[in-house]
Every structure is written in structure tokens, then in C-alpha cells.
């Protein structure tokens, strides 16, 4: 339930962004954080927890896809 | 270091028999993923520790989500882990399925919206988590207060992490070091982990997700372990800092305080709960003193699980009895709960 997941900011509009994720576009809070688009951001529940250096950012995506052809088949309404 | 060079050091190791409680779930997935065991000397064991929420919301707490939810003027919203789990008789899938109004959301944000727009119902989100998941409860209060809304609320089992820590280190169970949350730290930063370090002479390590980091931190403890070093290292400086996110601590103290919570098999442990303050007591749905937690299956060894007092794979149900499909303990229906992340990697030790 804390998996957060890094996404690249595409747009601000006041404090909520639009980044991406896996190529999916969400609306993201940017109320914890201080970003710029162009900016990787550590998302969790709709919400920027924290800024991210890119090659993290991409290590974290890869894991993460890894990790979830294990844990997601049967998963609802997940966090990310 | 490269990858190999640790692998290469840890050929040659010959240290005392050390115990690493990783603390987060997603931790003990990509140990898992990443054949971690394998590659480290026999005398270096890895345990799974308390990270999972929804593992350690209390029967009580359950119940009342569920009362909520069955009630008509009503509606309650969580994450997709919550579905499954017990409280005393029954879960939020068996109360939908008797027909209460439960739905998942992504953010408990997307809740300030629904609210303003079906002003005839009370809508509730079911609010379990730890450091990092607090700061958006608190996010969705302020901006609920902001806009005058009456029709929200939130249940909270909210918990943090440090004082389950102290109570395994004071409950005497061999843990010599600590492999720290990446995304909790994110939260409450690296230093948060300073005083437990002095205070029981164990080294703690923040560390990303990859196998090369985590086996960096893992060589980093067990070095420190030998030396009796009781340091707090930071690996995961790309997305944690010494100090934290500020401003997601300023507004936890804003709209949370401290208190004695229930963490389900383990009973009180003080100032681990985050509840509502005074200020802000019209946003709580009902959130403090739901304690009573009868096991569902005395069985169950979750609590032995948590704890790091026995690997998944230890339990006689593992496997057998209880898989994801029928679980018997909370630590198996869960996505992040040790148990169900063993059995979806058919763990082997
Ligand atoms: S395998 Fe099942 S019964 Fe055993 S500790 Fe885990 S959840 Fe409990």
C-alpha cells in the first residue's frame, strides 16, 4: 500500500499536475511538492510525495512492472 | 560497487550470524523478485517486518467500516487491499455483496468531488495507511474544511512506523538491523531513524527497490553489524532526503496527533496511531477506540509473521490451508502482506 510510483509531469495547472505514467496520463496533486514540468515525481494515492532523479525514476518503473506480472492479476482498485 | 563485487565480497564473508527486518512490503516483493537469498552467505537472514497496513487494521476498525457501509445514507470508499479482510464476522466484499455501498478509489482525493456533487449522502474513505499515505488524508481534511463540505468524513487507521519498531526491539526479537522503507522515508526522512539507532545500537538503511541496491544496503548493514556500527545511511538519496518532505510533515502536525492504536496481533502500541485533532473532529467518522480484535483463526501465526519471528513458509497453513483465495490471516489477503507476497512468489527461503 506505500508503493509509490514515478511519473513525468507534462503539465501544472495551479497545484495539480498531469503526468505521465507508462504512457497513461493522470491528474496528480501537487500540494506535498515543489515540481516544474519536466520533472520526475514519486506518486502515491493520487498525490506527489516527493521529487525524483530520472535514472531512479526509470529503475523504479522497471521494478515496479516486474513486480506487478507477480502481485497484480486478481488486484482492484489498486493504489497506483 | 557493482553488483558482482558484492556478490564476490559476500563469497568471502565471514561474519556473525546477522538478522535484516526489511520494513516494507514492496521491499520483501523485490527480494523475492530478485532471488536476493541466493545470493547472500548462509549467515546473513532476511526478515519481513510490519509493513502493511492493511495487515494490522483491527477487527474493530473493520466492523466499523462495515457499519458504515451498510448504512442508507452512506457511502464508503478504500483502496482495492481492503476488500478481503475479516473484521469480526464479515469484510467490506461480504457487506457489498449483502448490498452496502463500498466503492475503490484511486485517490482519496477524487472524494472532495463526489461529495460536493451527491450532497444527499455521507461519504466516508476508510483511511489505513502509514507516513505515506497520512499526508493525503490530511490534504483531503484541510481542502474538505476549505470548501465548507459536511458530507465527509474519514474512518482512520492511520499508523507509523517508528513505534513498532521500538516495540520489536523491545520485545527482544533478534533483529540487528534494518532495512528502512523507501517511500515511509520519502515521508518522514532518513534522520526519523537517528534516535531508535542510538538508542538500541542497530543500523538502519533507507534503500531503493533495484537487487543491486538492495544488496548494497544489505552489505552496508551487515558491515556495520560487524563492526557494531549503529550508523543511518541514506542509498535512496535520488528520492529521499535527510529530512524528509517538510511540507507533508507540516501538515500531518497540522491535522493529525499521536495516540495509543491497536495493531491487530499485537495488541496496544503507544503513540503509534494518527488521529484527527480537535479542530478538525468533524471530519472523523468514529475513528478512536476500536480496539477489540478477536483472531479470526487462532491458528493464523501472523503475528509471528509481522514480528520477524518466523518466515511465512513457516506457518503450518501456508500454502495448504490458507492461500490468497481463502485466506486464514490478514497477512495473506493482503497484496503487501508477507504471507500473500510469499505465496505469489511460491517463496522459496
Ligand atoms: S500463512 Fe495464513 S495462517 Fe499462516 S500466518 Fe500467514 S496468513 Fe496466517
Not at chain 2, 560497487?1 to 514492496?26: A, L, S, Y
Not at chain 2, 495493531?263 to 496511531?273: C, L, Q
Request: glycine share 8%; hydrophobic share 40%; with cysteine.
Amino acid at each position: 500500500m506505500c508503493v509509490a510510483v514515478p511519473g513525468e509531469i507534462l503539465s501544472v495547472d495551479g497545484d495539480v499536475a498531469t503526468v505521465d505514467f507508462f504512457g497513461n496520463r493522470m491528474r496528480v496533486s501537487l500540494g506535498l511538492v515543489d515540481a516544474k514540468i519536466g520533472d520526475h515525481v514519486l506518486v502515491h494515492a493520487g498525490c506527489a510525495i516527493e521529487v525524483m532523479r530520472r535514472e531512479q525514476a526509470e529503475e523504479l518503473l522497471v521494478l515496479l512492472a516486474e513486480l506487478d506480472e507477480v502481485l497484480a492479476p486478481e488486484r482492484e482498485g489498486r493504489v497506483r | 560497487m557493482t553488483m558482482r563485487e558484492i556478490i564476490e565480497d559476500f563469497r568471502h564473508w565471514d561474519g556473525p550470524d546477522i538478522r535484516i527486518m526489511e520494513v516494507c512490503g514492496t521491499h520483501t516483493a523485490a527480494i523475492l523478485q530478485g532471488g536476493i537469498r541466493s545470493l547472500l552467505p548462509k549467515s546473513i537472514t532476511l526478515l519481513s517486518g510490519p509493513g502493511c497496513p492493511v495487515c494490522i487494521t483491527p477487527a474493530a476498525y473493520i466492523d466499523k467500516a462495515v457499519e458504515l457501509a451498510m448504512r442508507e445514507d452512506c457511502r464508503l470508499y478504500s483502496f482495492g487491499d481492503m476488500l478481503k479482510v475479516k473484521g469480526s464476522v464479515r469484510s467490506l466484499a461480504d457487506a457489498k455483496a449483502e448490498g452496502a455501498h463500498v466503492r475503490f478509489l484511486y485517490s482519496p482525493l477524487d472524494l472532495l468531488e463526489i461529495a460536493e456533487k451527491d450532497p444527499g449522502h455521507l461519504h466516508v474513505f476508510a483511511a489505513v495507511g502509514f507516513e505515506t499515505t497520512a499526508p493525503v488524508y490530511a490534504m483531503l481534511v484541510k481542502k474538505a474544511q476549505e470548501s465548507g463540505l459536511r458530507n465527509l468524513k474519514i474512518l482512520t487507521a492511520l499508523r507509523t512506523i517508528l513505534p513498532a519498531l521500538e516495540l520489536i526491539l523491545d520485545s527482544g526479537d533478534p533483529v540487528d538491523a534494518f532495512l528502512a522503507p523507501g517511500h515511509v522515508s520519502a515521508i518522514i526522512g532518513s534522520d526519523a531513524y537517528r534516535s531508535l539507532a542510538q538508542r538500541y545500537n542497530r543500523p538502519f538503511t533507507v534503500a531503493g527497490f533495484s537487487p543491486d541496491h538492495i544488496l548494497l544496503a544489505i552489505r552496508q548493514l551487515a558491515h556495520a553489524v560487524r563492526e557494531g556500527r549503529h550508523d543511518v545511511c541514506n542509498l535512496y538519496p535520488g528520492a529521499v532526503h535527510q529530512e524528509g518532505n517538510r511540507k507533508a510533515q507540516a501538515l500531518l502536525e497540522n491535522v493529525f496527533e499521536p495516540g495509543p492504536s491497536v495493531w491487530r496481533g499485537i495488541g496496544i502500541i503507544p503513540e503509534s496511531g494518527l488521529f484527527l485533532r480537535e479542530s478538525f473532529t468533524a471530519f472523523d467518522a468514529g475513528s478512536r477506540g476500536l480496539d477489540s480484535d478477536p483472531p479470526a483463526n487462532p491458528a493464523c501465526r501472523c503475528t509471528d509473521v509481522i514480528l520477524g519471528r518466523i518466515h511465512p513458509a513457516s506457518c503450518p497453513m501456508f500454502g495448504t490451508v490458507c492461500t490468497p483465495q481463502e485466506a486464514q490471516g490478514p497477512c495473506m489477503v493482503s497484496d503487501e502482506g508477507s504471507c500473500g507476497i510469499w505465496y505469489r512468489f511460491r517463496g522459496e527461503i
